[in-house]
């Protein structure tokens, strides 16, 4: 009997070791179907729907449907992301202790230093991401990626994908998204939204035009996507910002669009 559950270990270890791998790539590309999926990892299709349903019941991810392009007015496609829950166990230990004591400093010295404290928690960032980006050169496009690429090393799991506009749109409407499958302080920032604000003007900052949140992890999005117009030229250049971290623009950016 022993020697029968010895020999079971290593098939559970196996089984848990391509879990996750389907959870991250779903972290990685979602909303992703599961017939991509079976194509990204080299899976047949009864052992991909075999981990989703288990992810799906253990409540790491969920089901977003989508129409599919070109398909007309057929049943939506099941594509999958990760749920509220699958992000908050990326998430770490510290969270409650950090949104408390953001509750007492805002109750002691007022919102003005919170958002004081996210405009040097993202000055770092932007400290560490203007050699890169500026590196890339004066094309928006470019500077959307390297901005995508030094994220992704941080952990937000960033893409970015070219919306060309198409005629009898002109192409001064093209645009980048910047995706965001992974927020670290997601739940913090669904309490204090100025982290999301205080990002996005560093995002605008970093590649030279105005940008706009479309949608965010703490506002219910399923990735945080920032809308980067490309079809003109950098306003003011490689990263020379118009305002001191100090003094940011009072205003907020969110336009969220719940999915």
Do not use: W
């Not at 848990?16 to 079976?38: C, F, W, Y």
């Not at 901005?147 to 893409?159: C, N, Y």
């Not at 003007?201 to 940008?211: P, Q």
């Amino acid at each position: 009997m022993a020697a029968q559950a010895a020999t079971a270990f290593p098939a559970v270890d196996a089984e848990e070791r391509t879990r996750d791998r389907v959870l991250n790539a779903v972290l990685e590309h979602g909303p992703i179907s599961a017939a991509e999926l079976g194509d990204l990892l080299g899976f047949t299709p009864a052992a991909v729907r075999r981990h989703l349903d288990h992810l799906s019941r253990s409540g790491v991810i969920e089901v977003k449907r989508a129409a599919r392009a070109g398909a007309g007015a057929g049943r939506p496609a099941r594509r999958y992301v990760l749920s509220s829950q699958g992000q908050s166990t990326l998430g770490n230990d510290y969270l409650d202790i950090a949104t408390l004591a953001l509750q007492r400093l805002g109750e002691m010295a007022g919102p003005d230093a919170v958002r004081q404290f996210a405009v040097e928690r993202f000055g770092e960032m932007e400290r560490r991401y203007a050699p890169e980006i500026d590196a890339a050169g004066p094309d928006i496009t470019a500077r959307a990626r390297a901005l995508s690429e030094a994220l992704s090393r941080d952990g937000f799991v960033a893409s970015t994908t070219s919306i060309e506009a198409k005629a009898p749109l002109p192409a001064a409407l093209s645009s980048v998204q910047l995706c965001q499958g992974h927020c670290p302080i997601q739940q913090l920032a669904a309490q204090f939204p100025v982290f999301c604000d205080v990002e996005t003007d560093v995002f605008s900052r970093l590649v030279g035009v105005d940008v706009r949140r479309l949608s965010t992890l703490a506002r219910g999005g399923h990735v945080c996507t920032t809308h980067i117009p490309t079809g003109r030229p950098a306003a003011r250049g490689p990263h020379s910002p118009a305002t001191t971290p100090g003094s940011l623009d009072e205003v907020s950016n969110h336009l969220q669009e719940r999915p």
